[in-house]
């Protein structure tokens, strides 16, 4: 079985650092990440990045970019493990969206890690967390 560092899930908002050409600590590692095959792509993360498009060829064009990437099923332990997830008191204090709940039990499922700097991920003790 793969280690969870051989496999990392890259949160939206660096993608859009990443994309938009910024040059930082983390838009570096992202490059690293996907040099050595170890990004993952999970849906909430491809619905979040391509939403946020205004125009068409934008989104074609990052969709054929992002689909390159293996992409985790959402399975329906996915999806119960989401459940146990979001009824966390952390999840309901900091009022953590969906969406995010959802990227933390894909990577807890398939276990991968995640490299975010959102602090809503903050929550999920059994999370584990890509540092650079």
Known sequence: MERSSDRVVVDTHLWIEFFSGKHNPCTLEV??????KAVHLVWPVLYEVLIGLRHEGQRQYLS????AFPLLQTSEAVWLHAIEL????????HQVPASDVLIA?????HRCALFSRDPHFDVFPGLERHAP
């Not at 979001?86 to 204090?93: C, E």
């Open 64 to 67: 054929s970019r992002l689909r």
């Open 31 to 36: 490059e690293r990440l996907i040099r050595s």
């Open 105 to 109: 039990a894909h990577c807890e499922v």
């Open 86 to 93: 979001g009824r966390l008191q952390g999840v309901i204090v």
